[in-house]
């Protein structure tokens, strides 16, 4: 009796990285395990704009306005109203097409953020989680990479006890900063030590740019009596301008710069693999095909 075995190799769906860029279709596209729809994009223009607009209202209101006269009270109120617009963006992602298996994935990433963000904390700015935020990213795109940052920040404050008027804009830089990683160029083509390259300068500058926002954000929260770095409502912004530039040195440019090192360290070391690992468990999800159930007796 002749025995023939017959094999199939399964295929990629549409819109997933073959990895090889020979295999399958032979062409590589796009994972993006969440795709922003209008309304998505709409909340979190919106959101990101009221988020600028909390962050440098000490350099666009002129020194008379009710902005100014109320400097005390907008830090907190800000802070509130984002924090509310951020839930609103992750309800209108989660509402347009965050289905189970992307809901599953954001759950595992944000649980290893959250842990990994305590490793190191209060040494130089060593915090190993902005580089799995900048590999996320990548891998699993913009609107994916929104909702991993903010949650990871989120999560990671109830577990180190971090909860206050700083987090929402920590929730939202953190959005920020892994949203940048999936519009970096070259995500179909770009392979090997030149995406690492890119990756690792990428986490570099946007490791300097997460600290600056968040002076941003705390730096306004300080008595402008109690030293010659704080802000002082009402005064010119050149003024201003320049306390907050000695404030950023004197409070956390060697951090930031801590954080950068180690940011661009373990990309280089550690990229690899992750990315990998990365890729091929967005291939066995297999995002873009539907989640079915068959009824009983078929």
């Known amino acids: ?16 990285d073959t990895g090889t860029g020979t295999r399958g279709t032979g062409t590589r596209t796009r994972v993006r395990a969440v795709r922003l729809g209008p309304r998505s994009l709409a909340a979190l223009a919106l959101t990101s704009a009221v988020g600028v607009a909390a962050l440098c209202w000490p350099f666009l209101t002129p020194p008379a306005s009710q902005v100014s006269a109320h400097a005390q009270d907008a830090p907190w109120l800000f802070a509130g109203l984002l924090l509310l617009l951020v839930a ?13 298996k992307a809901v599953a994935m954001l759950g595992v990433l944000a649980a290893t953020g959250a842990a990994l963000r ?19 990213g990548r891998v699993l795109g913009p609107g994916f990479g929104f909702a991993l940052g903010s949650v990871t920040m989120f999560a990671s404050a109830l577990l180190t006890g971090g909860v206050g008027p700083w987090l929402p804009f920590q929730m939202l830089s953190m959005g920020w900063f892994t949203m940048g990683a999936g519009l970096l160029p070259g995500a179909r083509g770009l392979r090997g ?44 912004v050149t003024v201003n301008l320049a306390r907050f530039a000695a404030y950023c040195v004197a409070t956390s440019l060697g951090w930031d710069l801590g954080r950068a090192l180690c940011t661009v360290v373990l990309t280089l070391v550690l990229g690899p693999a992750v990315l990998r690992a990365l890729r091929r468990a967005t291939r066995r999800a297999a995002f873009e095909t539907a989640v079915t159930f068959d009824g009983p007796g078929t």
Do not use: C, H, K
């Open 88 to 100: 609103v963006v992750a309800a209108t992602i989660s509402e347009s097409d965050l289905g189970p």
């Open 193 to 236: 030590r030149a995406e690492l390259l890119v990756l690792a300068g990428y986490g570099f500058l946007a490791a300097f740019a997460y600290g600056t926002v968040m002076n941003l954000a705390g730096w306004t929260f300080m008595d402008g009596a109690a030293s010659g770095i704080s802000f002082v409502a009402g005064a010119p």
């Open 118 to 136: 305590p490793i190191g904390a209060g040494t130089a700015g060593i915090e190993p989680m902005f580089f799995l935020m900048v590999l996320s």
């Open 1 to 16: 009796m002749n025995r023939t075995r017959t094999r199939t190799r399964a295929q990629a769906p549409t819109g997933t």
